[in-house]
């Protein structure tokens, strides 16, 4: 079993850390002009929100175990059969066209899989990650 933890890019981790201090500063304002009690929901779900953004940044990994590959980030969880993977291209340009993208760089590969599947994902490791999946998968178009 290999792991390759994501890279993060500073954009993404800045966006990240600012989302999880300012999303409170509402509902602590509301706190001291409102009955408190009627908060509770409201602070529930920004309780909700954060903790999935920072279980993103804290969990956000892809291992590769005989021949699939699970990806992590936070909550969202996945896997796919590498011999099902068709091709693997590089994208570093900020728009990313995939359907899924667990990662935290703008620096990584749209891996394109069964008939119409892909996923944005960015190893820390580029070089690693790719050679590996084509021990196991030789067919896999690199771009």
């Known amino acids: 079993m290999t792991v390759f933890r994501s890279a993060k890019s500073t954009a993404t981790m800045i966006i990240m850390w600012v989302l ?79 359907t899924l993208k667990p990662g935290l760089s703008n620096r990584g590969f749209v891996i394109h899989f069964n008939t119409f599947d892909d996923i944005f994902i960015s190893p820390d490791n580029k070089e690693a990650f790719v050679k590996l999946l084509l021990q196991i998968n030789p067919g896999i178009q690199v771009c």
């Open 20 to 98: 999880v201090i300012a999303l409170p500063i509402p509902i602590i304002f509301a706190a001291f002009q409102e009955e408190q009690g009627t908060l509770i929901i409201p602070m529930v779900i920004v309780l909700l929100i954060e903790a999935f953004f920072i279980s993103m940044v804290l969990d956000t990994k892809y291992t590769v175990d005989g021949e699939i590959l699970f990806y992590r980030s936070g909550p969202i969880r996945g896997k796919i059969d590498i011999s099902k993977i068709r091709k693997i291209e590089e994208n570093n340009s900020f728009v990313k066209y995939s």
